[in-house]
């Protein structure tokens, strides 16, 4: 009985996987949280990266390297903020709203179904 009411709340919309929440980010209008926050951790790894990169630079005493380097961190600083900033004045998308965006709804379909009948 338990698994029926958890496949049950799934063909509502309303467990959707972290995966299939992305892909409706990247589809859909709108920005919606798992994808926000896959966004964030994409720029974690790119700060991350371009951290090693600068410390190699200033190690290696070359300065069109660390200006170079320097330069990619001020784009990837100046991204980051203005993509929070419109997040901000925007705000996040729900999946439920995608889905409908995109007519994925399990739910409406089947009401669209039964006026067919």
Do not use: Y
Not at 15 to 37: E, I, M
Not at 70 to 96: D, H, K, N, R, Y
């Amino acid at each position: 009985m338990e698994h029926d009411e958890h496949s049950e709340s799934q063909s509502n919309g309303g467990d959707v996987s972290s995966a299939t929440a992305v892909l409706l980010g990247a589809l859909a209008p709108g920005v919606n949280g798992p994808t926000w926050n896959t966004l964030k951790s994409a720029f974690l790894m790119l700060g991350l990266c371009l951290a090693v990169m600068l410390g190699l630079a200033f190690s290696s005493s070359d300065s069109s390297l660390v200006l170079h380097v320097g330069f990619l961190v001020l784009i990837c600083l100046t991204l980051f903020f203005l993509l929070s900033w419109f997040l901000a004045e925007t705000g996040l998308v729900s999946i439920e709203h995608q889905m409908r965006e995109m007519g994925l709804n399990p739910k409406d379909a089947l009401e669209t179904n039964k006026k067919s009948e």
